[in-house]
């Protein structure tokens, strides 16, 4: 059915809002000509306003082919839709977690259409780690793309591997995956030792039997942080940073703020810094004062790296081989901006994601106890007393990375990958009923991975922590980290992390959850694990307080 004549300006009226002031202009001109009241005039808005809206609907359910799905008042990723929390009309942007003991996603079907009523941009869901396969696995082929609005957070500071598309993308990918190699790893094991130790003394752990840890988020967080700096950029941050007099703000602060307020940047327009908000004012002064830490350590490692020749002119770190590459050919050339974009790109990635999966797996083994029996006795027996774990030590702590693969299921870090279709891209799906799906050119795909990883047809009792289910499973084959060329380049590097961390922290200690007068373990797990949410740009289950004591 096309729209009626009477509807055809309205619709490019829509389309185009350049062209709503003088639509408006005309409307308001035509009925003030006629004697008509001030409802008739409303009410011609209103009808008029009506029929765009049905019309723009009608063209969106078009654009997915009718296929069936959820017609919500607003859509998910759209500014309005993400900023109401999740409640009827509104799925917002936790309404897979919210809703995931309810009937609504129901896994009946592999993928669902979302079609806005009011405002936002359709698009699909799925919760099938074959569909993710069919599209990730050869997504040069099917020339996907990341949708540019989307990752807009994340090159803010310049292009980078995960924010780029096509050629580009490839030149970035190009240029990062060498640096992560075996040596990369066992320093990830050695400055996770060296943390680990910082924090004991730091928090004033040394010479205390029972510790209350308020915040085990808070601890993760730093942790990663200062891994992924230090082992991927050369940055020392210490545990305990004593500000630097010639700074406003000190490079690991400015780092802690920067990282958790991309989205505050994104969307605070320039002169609001301007204004006496305190919060949005150091917001600002922690931008400032990372680009220029970020520019000084450009120009020291590039005239570092000038000096050396033969053969330790490879550079082994990641940023020694972003800063070389300024200086090479095109194909592995980068630009000042595409470098620090990198930087900050890794420091994310490489920070929240881990950082979560290593709170969720200390929740878990906290509260299941007999868990954290079988991690214990495994890392008594796999790493010899009276040493710290080295890099080959962390492949025989099987019960350990299953229960690290578990949390990360149950909270993925990366909980929701999106992909455009520059072509029309035909896939299978098993749900409802064996078929063929036609995905149009332009229509966009969210990989919700918390259903996907949620899927009853898949994961059997998915609510259930079941380390078990990882046994002998191919990290290849763990879905968590992506699929495909795109798939994440710091898999090893958060095991390496997340592995060496918690076989240090539980060799040395006993943890347990705080519980409340009279409460369960499940009703703990249900209050405390439920509440989770987006921490930064990642999913993860936020705060948590540990009970440690002190394993003789
Ligand atoms: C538990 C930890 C982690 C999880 C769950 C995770 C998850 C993911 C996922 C699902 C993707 C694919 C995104 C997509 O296809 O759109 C990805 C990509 C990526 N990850 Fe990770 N990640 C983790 C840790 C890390 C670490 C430690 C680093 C860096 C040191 C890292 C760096 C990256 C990068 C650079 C990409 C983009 C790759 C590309 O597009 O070529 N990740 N990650």
């Not at 979302?114 to 698009?123: D, Q, S």
């Not at 040069?140 to 957070?153: C, D, G, M, Y």
């Not at 991309?262 to 600002?284: F, S």
Request: aromatic share 10%.
């Amino acid at each position: 059915m096309l729209p009626s004549p009477v509807l055809q300006p309205w619709i490019s009226v829509y389309m185009d809002p350049q062209r709503a002031h003088k639509a408006f202009f005309l409307l308001t001109t035509a009925t003030s000509r006629t004697p008509r009241s001030l409802l008739g005039m409303f009410l011609a808005v209103a009808a008029t306003a009506a029929a765009v809206l049905i019309y723009r609907f009608w063209a969106n359910l078009a654009s997915v082919n009718y296929d069936p799905g959820m017609r919500p008042l607003f859509a998910p990723l759209g500014i309005v839709g993400a900023l109401i929390p999740t409640c009827w009309g509104n799925p917002g942007l936790k309404w897979v977690w919210e809703w995931r003991r309810t009937n609504f996603f129901s896994y009946k079907y592999d993928v669902v259409s979302m079609v806005p009523l009011l405002v936002g941009e359709p698009c699909y869901y799925t919760c099938s780690v074959d569909v993710v396969r069919q599209l990730l696995q050869n997504e040069t082929k099917t020339r996907l793309v990341k949708p540019r609005w989307l990752t807009a957070p994340l090159f803010l500071w310049g292009e980078n591997v995960i924010s780029a598309n096509d050629e580009v993308w490839k030149r970035h990918r190009r240029i990062l995956a060498p640096t992560f190699t075996a040596k990369t790893y066992s320093l990830v094991v050695t400055e996770t030792t060296a943390a680990y130790r910082e924090m004991f003394v730091s928090e004033g752990w040394e010479n205390r039997d029972e510790v209350a840890v308020a915040d085990m988020n808070r601890l993760a967080h730093k942790l990663a942080l200062i891994i992924i700096a230090r082992c991927g950029f050369g940055f020392r941050t210490p545990w305990t940073e004593a500000p630097e007099s010639s700074a406003e703000m000190s490079f690991g602060e400015s780092l802690l703020v920067v990282s958790s307020s991309a989205i505050t940047r994104l969307v605070v327009p320039k002169w609001a810094y301007n204004l006496p908000i305190e919060t949005i004012r150091v917001v600002d002064t922690a931008w400032r004062t990372l680009g220029a830490f970020m520019h000084r350590f450009v120009e020291a490692r590039r005239a570092e790296l000038n000096g050396i020749t033969g053969d330790d002119a490879q550079p082994g770190d990641i940023f020694s081989r972003l800063v070389s590459c300024m200086d090479q050919d095109s194909k592995t050339q980068l630009s000042e901006e595409e470098v620090i974009g990198n930087t900050f790109a890794l420091l994310f990635a490489g920070r929240e994601t881990t950082a979560c999966a290593i709170v969720a797996t200390l929740g878990f083994l906290a509260i299941h106890q007999e868990h954290q029996a079988t991690a214990y006795a495994e890392i008594m027996a796999s790493i010899p007393a009276g040493r710290d774990p080295v890099l080959d030590d962390l492949s025989k702590l099987q019960h350990l990375m299953a229960c690290y693969h578990e949390s990360i299921r149950m909270y993925p870090g990366g909980a929701m990958l999106t992909r455009e279709m520059t072509e029309d891209v035909v896939i299978k799906v098993a749900r409802p009923v064996e078929t063929t799906m036609v995905l149009k050119k332009g229509a966009l795909m969210v990989v919700e991975m918390i259903a996907v990883h949620h899927n009853p047809h898949v994961f059997p009792d998915p609510n259930e922590f079941r380390p078990s289910r990882w046994y002998g499973v191919p990290e290849a084959d763990v879905p968590m980290f992506g699929a495909g060329p795109r798939a994440c380049i710091g898999k090893k590097f958060s095991h390496t992390e997340a592995l060496c961390f918690l076989s240090l922290l539980l060799r040395d200690w006993k943890i347990d959850v705080p519980l409340n007068l009279g409460e369960s373990r499940a009703q703990y797990e249900d209050r405390v694990m439920g509440r989770a949410g987006r921490v930064g740009l990642s999913f993860g289950c936020g705060s948590i307080a540990l009970k440690m004591s002190r394993r003789k």
